[in-house]
């Protein structure tokens, strides 16, 4: 095999990758767009909407209010309830509730007792009944029963001064909390969970037209034929398109890293807000390291994968068909990174795209094990040479290349 006649195959099918409008797309403006339009657009309304909700005034139908006028006294001062005491049939105020036309209902018992001493089980219980599918009525339900737990409060409070008691027995001692994370650790946790699955999924979606059109769109064109005459061997014709495939892979991983870092770390973003301390907010250089060395069995396994069946199809269609079902078995392994308890051990190094969604997860968080990144580099390496290996064998069918 000559390394030269590998790169002049790279170079005339880099040049072509290039040249179609449709790769361009999947592997530079996608990844570009795709995580401004996710978090700026997509998150920003989102947050304007829950915004919007949650200093509406939503009606709420009470059963039972004259039961407690000082409950009903207490809703009304919430200027983000409107109490509807009127509707005293229960049926009216359930189809009212399924037709959205209001957001919650309270109910409250008959014979109502406010009183501690005399109040039992049944007497003191109030109901809420909201629609766990409906956004804006579980955002409702939350400000009712926030309203109810303070009037609790003053409720009991109350008692106890009556009898001279100490209010303080309420709470014989305080409870806090402190977050001892970075800020840096806050955000390298959000973009551990994200970043391995968008990059994974993108360099995917980065490779496949290349793939496809180097191997299915050549036979469809009639140039494969042109190709096989070249005095290139079948393992450098792999080789090169191989190579051709990962680089578009990786053009797309790393624009995406840089697309979702700048987006995530703009001022105003959805996530800065959300952090204390966002001008502090720096990732460790070694956690970006870790990434690139990473992206490089990634893209090398998903080429190798691609190309190996991308080039039993006999048109562009045709491989389409085929390649689509492996974008869904790569999701399932990239969401690791997403799931709870998951974590990188010996095992998952083993484990193709599993791996690397893990130990990116670590990484970002500034966790670095060297000896689970080196098993999970290998290993992949080992499943795409596994991949080129029968990629060469497929290209050395003259019935496959030729679509007999």
């Known amino acids: 095999m000559k390394l030269s006649n590998v790169f002049v195959v790279y170079n005339k099918e880099f040049l072509d990758v290039i040249r179609d409008r449709r790769t361009l797309f999947s592997m530079i403006l996608l990844p570009i767009i795709v ?15 829950m915004e919007k909700m949650e200093h509406r005034s939503s009606p709420v139908v009470v059963l039972g209010s004259s039961n407690s006028p000082e409950i009903i006294a207490a809703l009304r001062q919430n200027d983000g309830l409107q109490i509807i005491d009127s509707i005293h049939d229960r049926g009216v105020a359930e189809r009212m509730l399924a037709d959205h036309a209001i957001q919650a209902v309270l109910l409250v018992p008959d014979h ?6 005399t109040s039992d089980s049944e007497t003191s219980k109030l109901s809420i009944w909201y629609d766990k599918s409906d956004a804006e009525s579980e955002l409702v339900e939350r400000k009712l029963r926030r309203s109810l737990q303070d009037f609790r409060t003053t409720v009991v409070e109350s008692a106890l001064l009556e009898r001279g008691i100490p209010v303080e027995l309420l709470m014989p001692f305080e409870i806090s909390s402190e977050n001892q994370a970075s800020s840096s650790q806050m955000a390298g946790a959000v973009l551990g969970m994200l970043l391995p699955y968008m990059v994974i999924l993108l360099t995917m979606t980065g490779s496949t037209y290349s793939a496809i059109d180097m191997t299915a769109g050549e036979k469809e064109r009639g140039t494969m034929e042109t190709l096989l005459v070249c005095p290139a061997s079948r393992l450098e014709l792999v080789l090169g398109k191989f190579l051709t495939t ?10 995406a890293v840089v697309s979702m870092s700048v987006t995530v770390f703009a001022p105003g973003s ?10 502090q907010i720096a990732i460790d250089p070694m956690t970006i390291v870790v990434a690139f060395i990473l992206l490089i069995p990634v893209a090398a396994l998903i080429a190798a994968v691609l190309i190996a069946v991308a080039i039993n199809a ?4 045709e491989a389409q068909s085929y390649v689509y079902p492996i974008i869904i078995l790569v999701i399932f392994p990239a969401l690791a990174s997403i799931l709870p308890g998951v974590e990188a051990d010996v095992r998952m190094a083993f484990i193709p795209l599993v791996n690397v969604s893990l130990i990116l997860k670590n990484a970002f968080i500034g966790i670095f094990d060297w000896h689970l990144i080196g098993l999970a580099f290998f290993s992949s390496f080992v499943y795409a040479a596994f991949a080129i290996f029968i990629a060469v064998r497929i290209f050395q069918r003259e019935s496959v290349l030729l679509r007999i």
């Open 35 to 49: 995580f401004p339009v996710m978090t700026l657009g997509l998150g920003g309304v989102i947050a304007g909407q």
């Open 314 to 317: 006999r048109s562009y269609k």
């Open 246 to 255: 990962m680089t578009a892979g990786m053009i797309t991983a790393i624009l």
């Open 112 to 117: 109502f007792n406010l009183d501690v001493e």
């Open 270 to 279: 959805m996530l800065m807000s959300g952090m204390a301390g966002e001008a």
